[in-house]
C-alpha cells in the first residue's frame, strides 16, 4: 500500500531516506595557525618562554616553523616541533667543535 504524494514529502531536503544518495564535500585540509610564544609554551608544555627565546637569541630566526609579523614573533607549532626533532635544537650553545 502506497501513500498519496500530495504535499510532496519525499522531495523535501531534511527528509531524505537512506535510499537516496547525497552528494559530500570534500573536507578541506586544516590551515597552519599561528601561535605566539605564550600560546606555544601553553600548547607544548616541554618548552619554556626562556628556553625558546635561548634557541632564538643563538640559532636567529631562520629555524623552521618561526616568523616575523613585523616585531612579533608567530611559531608554525607543526613545522617548530619537527625542526626540534629533526635535530635543529639538539647543539644550542657552548664551544663549537
Do not use: C
Not at 30 to 54: F, Y
Request: glycine residues 8%.
Amino acid at each position: 500500500m502506497t501513500r498519496p504524494n500530495h504535499r510532496n514529502h519525499d522531495l523535501h531536503p531534511s527528509r531524505a531516506t537512506s535510499s537516496r544518495t547525497t552528494a559530500t564535500q570534500p573536507v578541506a585540509a586544516p590551515q597552519p595557525t599561528l601561535s605566539t610564544l605564550e600560546q606555544l609554551i601553553k600548547q607544548e608544555p616541554a618548552l619554556t618562554a626562556g628556553g625558546v627565546r635561548h634557541l632564538l637569541f643563538t640559532k636567529g630566526h631562520d629555524l623552521p616553523g618561526v616568523y616575523r609579523f613585523g616585531r612579533k614573533l608567530l611559531f608554525n607549532r607543526t613545522e617548530f616541533i619537527a625542526g626540534i626533532m629533526a635535530g635543529h635544537a639538539a647543539k644550542i650553545a657552548g664551544v663549537q667543535k
